[in-house]
């Protein structure tokens, strides 16, 4: 389809053949993040959706762009996304908790950022990545791929219970045997790296003078373990004075302060 077709497709000028009085940006920055993640390509003028782009549903688009995200070159523009992801958690590691992010300015945070992004080359405003007019797209595509919520009253707050539930939809794990608590932060670690151990986070928490080992897991992956034992996605167990024990963070309103193994259920519920 040619491109002057495809954005008047996705965003008529007109309402029930009244000429509208504003033309709205948003398909033009729809075909960007489109061309930018590769779903779509452009040549000669004409549009043309890539090989792969298939879904059925909101999750499984989020699931193709949360995978895209991560392949990306770390000096690509979008890959600061997930960069930047990784170190709200670190951040929220050092601090103990996420009371920080919802007192921080928007310029204050950006200006944390970009002392520990990585930098890229050829960058406008002195290598600067990330400005503070980047956290509206920024907390929208976190909240599609599964990594936030807009909570009424607070604004976007990281939780990953959503896509932490959807990767273990998708991995190997075995499903009612218990998986030693280590091994399965080392397999979330790869397929979220962002989260505890993983290399984005690792590089995050490196900046920040924090331990990229440890034996506690952070505010942020521990809230989304305990409420997906709520739920029923996963149960968290221990023994009395066993081996191998990972402490979660703080939080005297839950019974869990410390795991040995995960279990899944033995029949693999939609997540």
């Known amino acids: 389809m040619a491109r002057a077709d495809l954005l008047a497709w996705l965003d008529p000028p007109f309402i029930q053949a009244t000429p509208r009085a504003i033309i709205s940006p948003a398909a033009e920055q729809t075909l960007a993040a489109a061309l930018s993640l590769n779903f779509v390509s452009q040549e000669d003028g004409r549009c043309r959706i890539n090989d792969g782009l298939e879904f059925a549903s909101l999750y499984d688009l989020a699931d193709l762009t949360h995978e895209r995200l991560l392949s990306l070159n770390s000096e690509h523009a979008d890959a600061v996304l997930p960069q930047a992801f990784a ?19 928007n310029k204050a945070l950006a200006d944390a950022l970009n002392t520990v992004l990585p930098r890229r080359v050829n960058t406008a405003a002195e290598g600067r990545r990330f400005n503070e007019y980047k956290f509206a797209p920024f907390w929208r595509w976190m909240i599609l791929i599964g990594l936030a919520l807009d909570l ?3 604004g976007p707050h990281p939780y990953v219970s959503s896509r932490l539930a959807r990767e273990l939809a998708h991995s190997d794990f075995p499903r009612g045997e218990q998986i030693p608590i280590r091994r399965f932060l080392e397999v979330i670690s790869e397929r979220m790296p962002y989260l505890d151990g993983g290399a984005l986070y690792n590089s995050a928490a490196e900046k920040l003078g924090l331990p990229t080992k440890g034996r506690a ?10 409420d997906l034992d709520e739920e029923g996605v996963l149960a968290l167990g221990s023994l009395t004075d066993a081996a191998g024990l990972v402490n979660l963070a703080d939080d005297r309103f839950s019974r869990i302060k410390a795991v040995q193994f995960v279990t899944l259920p033995a029949e693999r519920a939609d997540a």
């Open 152 to 154: 009424p009253g607070d």
């Open 217 to 226: 897991v952070s505010p942020i992956l521990s809230t989304a373990l305990r």
């Open 87 to 105: 170190y709200i958690v670190a951040r929220s590691e050092q601090a103990k908790g996420t009371a920080w992010l919802h007192a921080a300015t």
